[in-house]
C-alpha cells in the first residue's frame, strides 16, 4: 500500500466518516419529522426532468438512450451550482481542476484535457446554445440566466457539430419570452463577497421580444501575500448577454444573441507551490512527499548562467577567474530568502497576480418548420476572446543579490571601465533591471523596463488572442411512419495567438553582460570598453510563442431512426471529420549567446536583431466515427439501451523543439481514437416520485493523448488505454415535501503497455546512477553507472585529458550535450562502462489516468415546511466524496491526490408564489482545503509543485424579487 502523503491535504479519512455520518443523520432527521408537515404538490420536484435540445428527439432525458445529466435553472439555484467546478458535486464522474496555464482540467469518466499545447484539442467539447467553441472562458465565468446545462457523456460526434472522445457541455441560456417578467438577485458575503444577477424580458409587440441578463461579482482574495501584505486570488468580473427574438409566424423563429464578459482580477493561476527541497540541487525538489520548501536554487534555470561557474569561460570553473562579472557564487541560493508558510491559503510573492480576460459571442440562430415533417437550423456565431495573466513564476521572494556580502560579486565594480554605456542605462543605480515583456522581444534592451531590484526577480507571463467563426446546418424530420433522420454540416474556422514568457533580471544581465564579460576576461588588465559596449542579445526574456495557431474543420453528420416496433426502436449514426491545422511558432531566449556567433542589439533600439524566423508547420486529420443504438421500452416505467460508438479527436503539432534535444521526437501527434460500449437503464416511478438512471460503460482507446513538459516545452506523445465504469443517479421525493437526489460513480482506468520517461525522477528509479543538472539550461539528463563507481569520485584527469575534467569535477552538475559526446573518450581513459541517456524510462502498464478517482457520490436532501398560509422555509444539505485520484499517471506516492469531500447547505425563505425569496448559505462547510489537481513544473524550475485548491469555507445571504 502507497504510504500516505504528508501536507499534501489537511483532510483525513477520519473527517470523512464523521462529515458522512453527520450527512446521513441530517437526512434522517429530516425524514423523521417528515409526517408533521403540511404537503405539496410533488410535481415541483420532479418536473425539472428538464426538456433538452429538439435535435436529441426527446422531451426529456429520461427518453435519450444515453448518458445525460441535464441540470436546470432550479436545480442548479437548490444545488448552489455557480460556475463549472461545481458541476463535479452532481453530476457522475465529472472531475473538475484548475489547469496550471490558461485553462481547466473538465473531465468526463476520465477522459479531459491531458495534451498541452496551442494545437490540442480537449477531449469535452463545450458549446454555447448548441455552438462549439474553441477558446473559452466557461471555467473563468460565472452562470447566469441559463435555462439548461446539459453534460452528455461519452463519444459525441453525431449529433453536435464539434466531436469529442469525453463527453460534452452544452450550456443553453434562457430565450426571450412573449410576456414581461424581471428578476434581481444581490448577494453578500464573507471575504466581502457582492454578487448581482437580473434579468428582463419583455414583449416589444406580436413578433418580437427581448431578453437582458447579466452579472457582476467582486470579492477580495482567498490567499494572503506575506510580502504585499495584501489578499490574492480575488475577482471583480461582469458579464451582460442580450438576445432579441423575432417570430414572424408560428413556423418561424429567430434569435439573435450577443454577450460580453470581462474579468480584471487578482486571480491565481495556482493556489501553492510546494516542494520538499532537494540539499544537493541536481533536481530541486525530492521525489519523496510535498512540503512546504521552495527548490533549491541550484536547480533554477536563470540561475546558473549569471554564477562564476557559467558566465565568462564555460570550460573553467575556476571562481578566482571567472568572479569578476558573475552576479553570484555558484551555490549561492537564490530561493533562500523567504519561506514557504505552511498555510495553504498563504504564500510569499514578489506581487499581486494580474488576471484580465474578455470574452465576446454573438449568434444567430434559425428555427424553420418546412412543411408538416422537416425542421430545418441553421446557426451561425461569431466568437472572439482576450487573455493576459502575469504572476510571480516561482511563487516566491528571491534572495538579495545587491547589497550582501559576497565577495567579488554583485553588478561588477569594472563594469563602468569595460562598459561605460550598458552601466548607464541599466546598472547605475545599483540595482538590476527586469524587462517588461511585449511584442517587440526588446525589453530591457529597447529600455522597456517593468521594475528595478537587488533581489532575484522573476515572472511568467501568459496571452492569448482567438476568433471563431462557426456555420452549422441541421435538418431533422418527423415523419409518422417508422423511419426519421437528422442530418447536419458545419463548418468551423478558429485563429489564435498564444505566447507564454519568463522574464527573470539574471536573464536581463545575461542578455546584456555575457560577451562584456567575456571580453573583460580575454583583456584581465586592459580596461578599455568592450566593443560590444552598449549592446545585447535578444530576447532578454523567455518566449514560447505561437504567432499563427489556424484550425478550420468541416464535419458532415447525421443519425438514421427505425422504430421496429412501438417499443423497440434502433438508431445509427455516422460523422465524417476533416481538421486542417497549421502554426507559426518559435522559442526565443538569447539565442545566438546559447548559439554563437551572436548578433548584437543596440540598447534603446526599437527593433530586435538576430531572432530565428518562425517555424511554419501544418498538418490534416480525417477520421470517420459513429455509433450504433439499440433501445427498447421495457416498461412503461422503464427504458433499457446498448450502444456501440466510436469517437475520436483530432491530432495536433508539438509546440518548437531542439531537435538535437529530441532526436526522435516528432513534431506532430496523432489522433485520439475510442470504442466505447455502454448499457444502461432509464426509471420513472411516478407512483411513488422516483426517477432512477444507471449506466455501465467500456472504452478502448487507441492513441489516448499525453503531454510531458521538458526542455521548456512541451511533447504530446499517444498511449494506448481502457476505461471501465458504472453511474446511478437517481432523484426521490417520498412525501410532497421532501426531495432527495444522489450520484454513485465506479471508474476504473488503465494504461496499455507503453514506457515514458518520467520528467521527477530521470533515473527511473535506478540506484546505480547520477542524475545530472545540465548548467546551460537546468534540465536533468542521467548517467548509468553499469558496474562502474560513483563517475563524482572520478579523479581529475592529466593533460592531454584534463579538457574533461569540468564535465566529471562538478558532478552532478555538468554539460549533458558534451557528457554525451564525451562518453566514449571518458569511458577509454577512466576504464569505466558508463552509458549516457536522457532519462530511464518506466513502463506505465496497468496504472490510473491522472484525476480519474475509482469512486464517487453525491447525496442531497431538501424539506418544505409551510409557514402560515403562503411562506414556505427549505433547508438543504449536499454532501459531496471522491477516492483517492492520480495527479499523473506515474502512480508515485508524491502523485496521489488524498480522498476528499464537501459540504453546502442552505436554507430558504419564500411565499409560495416566488416572488421573493431569502437565503442563507454556506458553502464547503468543513473549511477543507481540499486539493484538486496537481502540476509538476519543469526541470527548470526546480520540479515544484503547483497544487490547485477547492475555494475555502464561504458563507453569505441572497435577495431576489421576481417581477411578473
Not at 409587440?205 to 494572503?224: E, L, Q, V
Not at 507564454?500 to 586592459?526: K, R
Not at 532578454?540 to 484550425?551: A, C, K, Q, R
Request: proline residues 6%; negative net charge.
Amino acid at each position: 500500500m502507497a504510504t500516505r502523503i504528508p501536507l499534501v491535504n489537511t483532510f483525513s479519512k477520519e473527517s470523512t466518516t464523521i462529515s458522512i455520518a453527520t450527512v446521513l443523520g441530517l437526512v434522517l432527521a429530516i425524514c423523521a419529522i417528515a409526517p408533521t408537515v403540511q404537503a405539496q404538490d410533488s410535481e415541483e420536484f420532479l418536473e425539472e426532468i428538464v426538456v433538452i435540445a429538439a435535435r436529441l428527439r426527446a422531451d426529456s432525458v429520461q427518453d435519450v438512450p444515453a448518458a445525460i445529466t441535464a441540470i436546470g435553472s432550479e436545480t442548479m439555484e437548490r444545488q448552489q451550482i455557480e460556475n463549472t467546478s461545481d458541476m463535479q458535486l452532481t453530476v457522475p464522474n465529472v472531475s473538475y481542476s484548475k489547469g496550471n496555464f490558461t485553462t481547466s482540467s473538465f473531465q468526463i469518466r476520465g477522459i479531459g484535457s491531458s495534451a498541452v499545447g496551442s494545437t490540442a484539442d480537449s477531449g469535452v467539447s463545450v458549446h454555447v446554445n448548441a455552438i462549439p467553441i474553441e477558446s473559452h472562458r466557461l471555467y473563468a465565468t460565472e452562470f447566469y440566466d441559463v435555462e439548461t446545462i446539459t453534460i452528455m457523456r461519452g463519444p459525441q460526434g453525431t449529433l453536435f457539430g464539434r466531436n469529442a472522445t469525453g463527453g460534452l457541455i452544452n450550456v443553453a441560456t434562457k430565450k426571450p419570452e412573449r410576456e414581461f417578467n424581471a428578476s434581481v438577485v444581490a448577494e453578500i458575503g464573507d471575504f466581502n463577497s457582492q454578487r448581482f444577477t437580473g434579468h428582463v424580458n419583455f414583449p416589444m409587440g406580436d413578433k418580437f421580444s427581448a431578453r437582458i441578463a447579466g452579472i457582476s461579482t467582486a470579492r477580495d482574495g482567498y490567499t494572503t501575500n506575506l510580502f504585499t501584505g495584501s489578499d490574492i486570488d480575488g475577482r471583480d468580473m461582469y458579464a451582460v448577454r442580450g438576445t432579441l427574438r423575432f417570430q414572424p409566424s408560428d413556423r418561424t423563429t429567430i434569435d439573435l444573441m450577443a454577450s460580453y464578459m470581462e474579468d480584471n482580477s487578482d486571480r491565481t493561476r495556482s493556489q501553492k507551490t510546494l516542494c520538499n527541497r532537494d540539499p544537493v540541487g541536481n533536481l530541486g525538489c525530492l521525489g519523496d512527499r510535498l512540503d512546504f520548501d521552495f527548490p533549491n536554487g541550484m536547480a533554477i534555470f536563470p540561475s546558473t548562467p549569471v554564477t562564476n561557474i557559467s558566465l565568462g569561460d564555460f570550460t573553467n570553473p575556476n571562481p578566482v577567474m571567472n568572479q569578476g562579472f558573475s552576479l553570484f557564487p555558484f551555490g549561492y541560493d537564490v530561493h533562500g530568502a523567504v519561506p514557504n508558510p505552511t498555510d495553504m491559503r498563504t504564500v510569499n510573492q514578489d506581487f499581486s497576480p494580474v488576471y484580465e480576460a474578455d470574452d465576446t459571442l454573438v449568434t444567430l440562430t434559425l428555427m424553420q418548420a418546412l412543411g408538416d415533417s422537416h425542421e430545418l437550423e441553421v446557426s451561425i456565431a461569431r466568437h472572439e476572446t482576450s487573455f493576459f495573466s502575469r504572476t510571480d513564476w516561482d511563487a516566491t521572494v528571491g534572495a538579495p543579490i545587491i547589497g550582501v556580502p559576497l565577495a567579488g560579486f554583485g553588478i561588477p565594480v569594472l563594469t563602468p571601465l569595460f562598459a561605460p554605456t550598458t552601466y548607464g542605462a541599466l546598472f547605475s543605480g545599483n540595482t538590476l533591471p527586469i524587462s517588461n515583456i511585449s511584442t517587440s522581444n526588446l525589453g530591457v534592451l529597447g529600455l522597456d523596463i517593468l521594475n528595478s531590484t537587488t533581489n532575484y526577480y522573476t515572472y511568467d507571463q501568459s496571452n492569448t488572442d482567438g476568433e471563431q467563426t462557426t456555420f452549422e446546418i441541421i435538418l431533422t424530420s418527423d415523419f409518422e411512419g417508422p423511419w426519421n433522420y437528422l442530418l447536419g454540416g458545419m463548418y468551423y474556422d478558429y485563429e489564435g495567438s498564444t505566447d507564454y514568457n519568463v522574464a527573470a533580471n539574471t536573464f536581463d544581465y545575461l542578455s546584456t553582460m555575457a560577451s562584456i564579460a567575456s571580453f573583460a576576461s580575454d583583456n584581465p588588465l586592459v580596461p578599455p570598453p568592450s566593443p560590444v559596449d552598449g549592446t545585447g542579445v535578444a530576447t532578454p526574456f523567455f518566449v514560447n510563442e505561437t504567432d499563427l495557431y489556424g484550425l478550420k474543420t468541416t464535419g458532415i453528420f447525421g443519425e438514421l431512426y427505425f422504430d421496429v416496433s412501438d417499443r423497440v426502436k434502433l438508431t445509427l449514426g455516422l460523422r465524417h471529420t476533416s481538421d486542417e491545422k497549421r502554426v507559426r511558432d518559435r522559442n526565443l531566449l538569447v539565442n545566438t549567446l546559447l548559439a554563437p556567433p551572436p548578433v548584437f542589439t543596440p540598447i534603446g533600439s526599437t527593433t530586435a536583431n538576430g531572432l530565428p524566423d518562425y517555424e511554419m508547420e501544418k498538418a490534416d486529420f480525417t477520421f470517420t466515427t459513429g455509433r450504433f443504438v439499440v433501445d427498447w421500452q421495457f416498461s412503461d416505467s422503464t427504458m433499457m439501451y446498448g450502444s456501440l460508438s466510436r469517437g475520436a479527436k483530432g491530432g495536433g503539432i508539438n509546440p518548437p523543439f531542439d531537435p538535437v534535444q529530441f532526436p526522435n521526437a516528432s513534431r506532430t501527434f496523432d489522433p485520439e481514437e475510442i470504442n466505447a460500449f455502454e448499457i444502461g437503464t432509464k426509471s420513472t416511478f411516478a407512483d411513488i416520485g422516483l426517477t432512477l438512471n444507471l449506466s455501465a460503460f467500456y472504452y478502448d482507446y487507441e492513441g489516448l493523448q499525453i503531454a510531458r513538459i521538458v526542455q521548456r516545452t512541451s511533447l504530446n506523445e499517444n498511449i494506448d488505454a481502457e476505461v471501465t465504469g458504472f453511474e446511478a443517479e437517481f432523484a426521490w421525493s417520498p412525501t410532497d415535501n421532501f426531495l432527495i437526489n444522489g450520484t454513485l460513480s465506479f471508474l476504473d482506468t488503465e494504461i496499455g503497455n507503453v514506457a515514458v520517461g518520467d520528467p521527477r525522477d530521470p533515473s527511473g528509479g535506478v540506484s546505480d546512477s547520477t542524475i545530472v543538472k545540465n548548467l546551460r539550461d537546468s534540465e536533468n539528463c542521467v548517467i548509468l553507472w553499469n558496474g562502474s563507481s560513483d563517475p563524482a569520485g572520478l579523479p581529475p584527469l592529466p593533460p592531454p585529458f584534463d579538457p574533461l575534467n569540468p564535465l566529471i569535477q562538478l558532478l552532478p552538475f555538468s554539460s549533458c550535450p558534451d557528457l554525451q559526446a564525451s562518453m566514449p573518450t571518458i569511458n577509454l581513459v577512466y576504464g569505466t562502462t558508463y552509458s549516457y541517456t536522457d532519462s530511464v524510462e518506466v513502463n506505465l502498464d496497468g496504472n490510473p489516468l491522472a484525476g480519474s478517482p475509482d469512486t464517487s457520490f453525491s447525496l442531497g436532501a431538501q424539506y418544505t415546511f409551510r409557514i402560515g398560509d403562503s411562506l414556505e422555509l427549505t433547508p438543504r444539505i449536499d454532501y459531496y466524496w471522491q477516492d483517492d485520484s492520480q495527479a499523473r499517471i506515474y502512480n508515485s506516492p508524491i502523485d496521489r491526490i488524498e480522498s476528499w469531500d464537501n459540504i453546502n447547505a442552505q436554507i430558504t425563505l419564500a411565499p409560495d408564489t416566488y416572488r421573493w425569496y431569502f437565503k442563507v448559505f454556506v458553502q464547503n462547510l468543513n473549511d477543507d482545503d481540499n486539493i484538486t489537481g496537481q502540476f509538476l513544473n519543469s526541470a527548470a524550475l526546480g520540479l515544484s509543485t503547483n497544487v490547485f485548491l477547492m475555494e475555502p469555507r464561504r458563507y453569505g445571504a441572497t435577495f431576489g424579487i421576481n417581477f411578473d
